[in-house]
Structures are given as C-alpha cells and as structure tokens.
C-alpha cells in the first residue's frame, strides 16, 4: 500500500475538555446553587411573590445540617443530569477523503464525499449541499468553525465560508406565488410551530419542505426559502399551493 498521499483521518469534538467541563463543572454549579438555596430559604419565604412558595417554606422548616445537605444532593443531581444531556446532544465530526460521520448518542450518519458539493457552517448548523443546492445533512452543532473549516478542506471537501445560495433566498408571506404544491400549507404549518416553540415539528416540517424541493433558512422567527435546481416549480399554465381552493382542486 502506497502510505505517501494518505491523510489520516479526522476527528472534530469538544474533546475531554468539553467532557470534563460537563462533568465537572454542571454538578459543581449544581451544588453551588443548592447551597446558596438553602441559606436563603428563610429569607425566600418571606417573599410573596417567588415561585414554588410552599416548597421553599417546607425546606425552611427542615433541620440543619440535612437541610443544606439534600439541597446540595439536588444541586449536584440536577448538574449531572444535565451533563448526561450535553454529552448525548454533542455532535462529533469525522472527516476523511472518501467520506464524513456524523454522531450523536442516537443516530450516527456517514455523507460520502460524491454526494456532497459544499460544506458549511450557517446559524449555529453543520450543513452539506449537493449539486442541485439541496441539504444533504442539517446538523446544530456549537463546534468551532475554523476546526471544522479545516478538517474538511484537508481532505478536499469543498468549504464555504458562507451560504453560496444565500442571494437567492426569499421571505415567505402566505400565498406567495412561485411555490411548488403544498409548500404553502407546510409553510404555514411551520410557521405555526415555531411561534409556540415546537422544534421538533419544526424540524420535521423542514424535511417534509426539503423532500419537495424548497430549503429553508429562519431568521428571527421569520422564514426565507429557495429552490432546489431540481423543485418543480408552478409554471404559468399551473396553480400554486396557495391558489389552490380549500378541497385541493
């Protein structure tokens, strides 16, 4: 095997810091927080209007030292728990010249390099495109984007420092013309979502959006949209979504 051009690959994550930061730091502040609830609980009670009021008499009424104790117990409770979501929500990003992983704790996703014509970092989002502009992946990640810039283009993946669709997209009204069928009502559907805060409607609605060629981008609860090279969008002879009457005809 000729080893002169081969690159390893490479691996983008927090790292054991991230890790020791989530598992350290979080039951610490946790433990801060239940020692600091249980010296101000007397003076908390006298407050009518904090949350929870009858739970802070209760621990009030507690003795000393079990008191500060279980609320320390709690504090630091609570930080592991939420070092146990960090650590199931953190993306690690694999790259090599043939392929990239995606992994989470629950799905673990591999884009070969053919698939994929550009690589981006955009709102907070690992996002790959094809040739036709369509997502191939939309992944939250909060990695570092010069670790992930270069990951990629030392194995010659195509990076974009910004969104090279970004000129094309348009802010979507109800029943604005040039969608194709159903993209309205989706639309409207997602707009729906997000007001009351239902992210994983919205993000499936994204993918329903995708599937038909329309990608999206949000913008203070606003939504921008483009087509894909390949959507098929209502020609002039052809009703949009939005003009549609309310059966379907």
């Given at each position: 095997?000729?080893?002169?051009?081969?690159?390893p690959?490479?691996v983008v994550?927090?790292?054991?810091?991230?890790?020791?930061?989530?598992?350290?730091?979080?039951?610490?502040?946790?433990?801060?927080?239940?020692?600091?609830?249980?010296?101000?609980?007397?003076?908390?009670a006298?407050?009518?209007?904090?949350?929870?009021?009858?739970?802070?008499e209760w621990?009030?009424?507690l003795?000393?030292?079990q008191?500060?104790?279980?609320?320390i117990?709690v504090?630091?409770?609570?930080?592991l728990?939420?070092a146990?979501?960090?650590?199931?929500?953190?993306?690690?990003?694999?790259?090599?010249?043939?392929?990239?992983?995606?992994?989470?704790?629950?799905?673990d996703?591999?884009?070969?390099?053919?698939?994929?014509?550009?690589?981006l970092?955009?709102?907070?989002?690992?996002?790959?495109?094809?040739?036709?502009?369509?997502?191939l992946?939309?992944?939250?990640?909060?990695?570092p984007?010069?670790?992930?810039?270069?990951?990629?283009?030392?194995?010659?993946?195509?990076?974009?420092d910004?969104?090279?669709?970004?000129s094309?997209?348009?802010?979507?009204?109800p029943d604005?013309?040039?969608?194709?069928?159903?993209?309205?009502?989706l639309?409207?559907?997602?707009?729906?979502?997000?007001?009351?805060?239902?992210?994983?409607?919205?993000?499936?609605?994204?993918?329903?959006?995708?599937?038909?060629g329309v990608?999206?981008?949000?913008?203070s609860?606003r939504?921008?949209?483009?087509?894909?090279?390949?959507?098929?969008?209502?020609?002039?002879?052809?009703?949009?979504?939005?003009?549609?009457?309310?059966?379907?005809?």
């Amino acid at each position: 095997m000729d080893m002169a051009g081969y690159r390893p690959r490479t691996v983008v994550s927090g790292g054991p810091v991230e890790l020791a930061v989530m598992w350290g730091g979080f039951p610490l502040l946790g433990a801060g927080v239940g020692w600091l609830l249980a010296a101000t609980t007397g003076w908390l009670a006298r407050l009518p209007w904090v949350p929870f009021g009858d739970l802070i008499e209760w621990l009030d009424r507690l003795p000393e030292p079990q008191a500060t104790a279980g609320t320390i117990a709690v504090g630091v409770l609570g930080g592991l728990v939420i070092a146990g979501i960090g650590t199931a929500e953190r993306l690690i990003v694999t790259v090599d010249p043939a392929q990239v992983r995606l992994r989470r704790s629950d799905q673990d996703r591999t884009v070969a390099r053919v698939d994929a014509r550009v690589v981006l970092l955009t709102d907070g989002h690992l996002v790959l495109l094809d040739a036709d502009g369509a997502e191939l992946v939309r992944e939250p990640t909060d990695l570092p984007a010069s670790q992930l810039a270069a990951a990629f283009r030392t194995h010659g993946w195509g990076w974009a420092d910004d969104d090279p669709h970004r000129s094309a997209y348009r802010l979507w009204v109800p029943d604005l013309p040039g969608l194709p069928a159903g993209a309205d009502a989706l639309l409207r559907a997602r707009e729906r979502a997000i007001e009351r805060d239902r992210r994983d409607d919205a993000r499936e609605l994204r993918r329903e959006l995708g599937l038909i060629g329309v990608v999206l981008r949000d913008e203070s609860k606003r939504q921008y949209w483009r087509l894909t090279a390949r959507a098929v969008a209502p020609g002039p002879e052809q009703s949009t979504s939005a003009e549609r009457e309310p059966d379907g005809r």
